[in-house]
């Protein structure tokens, strides 16, 4: 049956406001916006009173990291990493990175979000949880090498171009992959060649942490700085989208700019672990895609992509010294058009022909009102839990605050369970 989304208004992709109704046909796009007349075939969808938003894309992150969330906090990222996260992680199954999975996926639709990038290990069992909860997404294997034999970092680096290739188009479409080493600094040069010829060859693309801090600096401890580096083992191209790019000099954000390569902006990442403040103004003005991204739940500690817009503009204007910096169109657009297009998938705006994916925000909290500027509501007031739907690919996920594809009660309960003994496992 057609979806009718009735009675809002709707955001359209030069953020102007409209009332209108969003018709999606049985292939979930839409296909009529307008003053529509409900047929007896429409299955409505009530938006009296609500903000039709596109759903927001959350452009970097380890879903399953949810199982870490509030394990360790308040601690640089070398040391958070290598003390406490990697230890514990090598402790996690492929059926406890299905129930982080879950979780999040429990969070991000009741946020909102429609879309996510996911770099970790056990891929096949997230693939599974985005076929059965309706989630879009790109996925790939992280791949990290150092500390391990030449061996063992060919496999890892086998697997995540196996992965690449088995799932892309997975889920009806809506899972797409790309090969994900996780930094230029954390895999050695002759994986990273692997990484990006095996890339090409399956037309996929790649994703990477980029510049997140001071220890990133020196990749392969020639002194050269990562942007060339990556720059000359192509890296960079404008299928790639980097996580974090905080610290980057001028000729960094000049090749990110040429190469087409979009950066995905982790605000609450970058305060929580000090990494540094994102010069996003500056990778805008020089024409960079700049995406939003929360990273893991273990460093923000949420997967509401509307605290990170809020943390985006704020932290911005900061970063540049200047209240008009980052204003909050650019987080708006940064949390939904630039994010699927950072990541190369459908989605990020209303307007016809558009995969139907979909949040529709209630107005009607005293936080919302008066109603002045709804872009500027998005950006600096609302909050996740004011999404009432979510609808991705034509398929509702969330109506009036009840998800349709997960039980939440047993998905809690099971992450809870599994997340405890992993961590005594791994102490
Ligand atoms: N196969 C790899 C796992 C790589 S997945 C991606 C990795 O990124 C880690 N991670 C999460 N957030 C960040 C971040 O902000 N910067 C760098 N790494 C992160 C995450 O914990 C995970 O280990 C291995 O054998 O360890
Ligand atoms: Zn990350």
């Known amino acids: 049956m057609p979806l009718l989304v009735t009675g809002g208004r709707i955001l359209r992709p030069d953020h102007t406001v409209e009332r209108a109704d969003v018709r999606i046909d049985t292939d979930g796009y839409i296909d009529a916006i307008g003053d529509l007349e409900q047929t007896e075939r429409d299955q409505p969808l009530d938006a009296e009173g609500s903000l039709v938003t596109p759903g927001l894309v959350n452009g970097h992150g380890h879903a399953a990291m949810t199982l870490l969330r509030g394990y360790a906090d308040d601690k640089p990222l070398d040391a958070w990493l290598q003390e406490d ?3 514990t992680e090598a402790e996690l199954g492929p059926e406890d990175i299905a129930a982080g999975a879950r979780l999040a996926a429990v969070e991000m639709i009741r946020s909102g979000t429609t879309a996510f990038a996911d770099m970790y290990f056990h891929v096949p069992e ?6 059965e909860t309706g989630l879009r997404a790109r996925v790939g294997h992280g791949v990290v090498t150092v500390g391990k034999d030449e ?17 892309d188009g997975a889920a009806d479409g809506r899972v797409r992959t790309a090969v994900m080493p996780h930094a230029p600094h954390t895999v050695d040069t002759e994986s990273l060649e692997r990484l990006v010829a095996g890339a090409d060859e399956r037309d996929v693309p790649l994703h990477f942490h980029f510049n997140e801090t001071e220890s990133y600096l020196d990749p392969d401890g020639t002194g ?3 942007g060339a580096y990556a720059d000359r083992l192509g890296l960079l191209d ?3 989208w980097a996580a974090h790019g905080v610290h980057l000099t001028g000729d960094e954000i000049d090749r ?5 390569t979009a950066v995905v902006h982790c605000p609450a990442s970058n305060m929580k672990l000090a990494s540094g403040l ?4 500056r990778l805008r003005e020089a024409g960079v895609t700049v995406a939003l991204g929360t990273d893991g739940a273990a460093s923000n500690n949420d997967l509401d992509m509307f605290d990170e817009m809020r943390d985006a503009a704020m932290v911005g204007k900061l970063a540049a010294d200047d209240a008009s910096a980052v204003p909050a169109s650019a987080v708006v657009e940064m949390a939904t058009r630039a994010g699927a297009d950072a990541l190369g998938l459908p ?3 209303i307007a016809e022909g558009e995969p139907a994916d979909l949040a529709v925000v209630d107005l009607s909290g005293a936080h919302l009102t008066p109603e002045h500027d709804l872009v500027s509501h998005l950006a600096y007031a609302a909050r996740g839990s004011d999404v009432r739907h979510t609808v991705c690919d034509g398929e509702v996920l969330l109506r009036d605050g009840e998800l349709l594809t997960l039980d939440p009660a047993a998905v809690k309960r099971e992450a809870d369970e599994r997340a405890r003994e992993a961590v005594e496992r791994a102490s």
């Open 278 to 281: 994102a010069p996003v103004e």
């Open 347 to 349: 989605g990020g705006r």
């Open 238 to 240: 404008d299928s790639s």
């Open 151 to 167: 061996e063992a970092a060919a496999a890892d680096v086998d697997e995540a171009l196996d992965i690449a290739a088995e799932y």
């Open 85 to 87: 996260i990697w230890p």
């Open 224 to 226: 050269e700085r990562p």
């Open 256 to 260: 990110l700019a040429d190469t087409g």
């Open 126 to 131: 997230l693939v599974d949880v985005i076929d």
